[in-house]
């Protein structure tokens, strides 16, 4: 794609409190909500019912979609089937142990899908940045911003990889009590910290390609002295 160089273009971007508000139900939805079931489950009614419980929350968050026919995200989706595959293993053979691997491993099989898609040329964190805030063509076919989603689909590789490391290192090495808040603090930081990267580096990208960003009607700098969004 090419643009002439005197042709600015403005993109409308949600407000930042928008954008928070997705990213904290996603946040919400898919990490602390089903720790915070398992963990409340766990002390009142045991092991077992702390399985049936998170994994419950999983399906009732889809149904309510369904229900109202919203539409269903992929990191909703994403977290339902690696809860699934949890629940199994975990009603199955009893073991908090093997429950919390699960997901400890999974972090590693969902950061080689950010390498295998950014590989095969469409990278993943295109989509889901997609349900955060909808990027317009322009945007997303552009050579600079294409560039972009293969640094942030390396960045979240790392973090997802980090993620699985940390929380394997802390499952065999503290209690479950304090596993469940450990793990859960340590993932929320790298995620956030992988967050503010993404947002640094798609910022820079934009004034890079001669873009202006406009959030919620509000204009965010100017286009880069001589940039090309060719």
């Not at 407000?15 to 928070?20: G, K, L, Y």
């Not at 409340?40 to 009732?60: D, M, Q």
Request: hydrophobic share 50%.
């Amino acid at each position: 794609m090419s643009l002439p160089r005197s042709t600015p273009v403005t993109v409308d971007l949600p407000c930042w409190r928008t954008v928070a508000k997705n990213g904290g139900r996603h946040l919400l939805e898919n990490t602390l909500a089903p720790v915070a079931v398992f963990y409340v489950a766990l002390a009142t009614l045991g092991l077992t019912w702390a399985f049936v419980s998170a994994l419950g929350l999983c399906y009732a968050s889809l149904a309510v979609r369904f229900l109202r026919r919203q539409p269903v995200p992929a990191l909703l989706l994403l977290a339902t089937a690696l809860m699934t595959a949890r629940g199994v293993i975990g009603l199955t053979t009893g073991s908090a142990f093997l429950y919390f691997l699960q997901p400890s491993l999974g972090n590693f099989v969902i950061g080689a899908l950010f390498l295998g898609t950014l590989a095969i040329g469409r990278p993943l964190v295109a989509r889901l940045a997609g349900e955060f805030c909808g990027f317009p063509d322009e945007v997303v076919e552009h050579h600079r911003l294409r560039s972009f989603f293969r640094q942030v689909s390396l960045i979240w590789a790392t973090v997802f990889c980090l993620n699985g490391a940390l929380a394997i290192w802390m499952l065999v090495s503290v209690p479950l009590g304090q596993y469940l808040v450990l793990s859960t603090s340590s993932s929320t930081l790298v995620i956030l910290l992988g967050i503010g990267t993404s947002l640094w580096l798609f910022r820079r990208s934009m004034h890079r390609a001669g873009m202006q960003i406009r959030l919620g009607g509000r204009l965010l700098g100017r286009p880069v002295s001589g940039s090309s969004a060719s």
